[in-house]
Nanobody, 121 residues
Framework: QVQLVESGGGLVQPGGSLRLSCAAS????????MGWYRQTPGKQRELVATVMSAGSTNYADSVRGRFTISRDNARNTVYLQMNSLKPEDTAVYYC???????????????WGQGTQVTVYS
């Protein structure tokens, strides 16, 4: 059993900052990548940022330079520092981990429950 527990969402004015956290727990053998995705009503879930186990990162063009993803491998935790927030960043943010459990033979994707980020004027 694997759980991804997110925290850190909330309300913020344009230009403000928020930091999201996501901790993975359970019978985890290894984590290949962790990341953040976001979704607004009526739209598909989209990539925000990912970080590989070795530390390489990938960002959506819309957030590059404003958001920073980081990872604490010892704690199986991923963070998303969001600066210079814009109203268009408003969405439900989902944590994702591509990992292998002790019981599994292959890795698969797991999702958190989502946390709301609202940027309002």
């Amino acid at each position: 059993q694997v759980q991804l527990v997110e925290s850190g969402g909330g309300l913020v004015q344009p230009g403000g900052s928020l930091r999201l956290s996501c901790a993975a727990s359970g019978s985890i053998f290894s984590i290949f990548s962790m990341g953040w995705y976001r979704q607004t009503p009526g739209k598909q879930r989209e990539l925000v940022a990912t970080v590989m186990s070795a530390g390489s990162t990938n960002y959506a063009d819309s957030v590059r330079g404003r958001f920073t993803i980081s990872r604490d491998n010892a704690r199986n935790t991923v963070y998303l520092q969001m600066n210079s927030l814009k109203p268009e960043d408003t969405a439900v943010y989902y944590c994702n981990a591509d990992l292998k459990t002790f019981a599994a033979t292959v890795h698969r994707s797991y999702w958190g429950q989502g946390t709301q980020v609202t940027v309002y004027s």
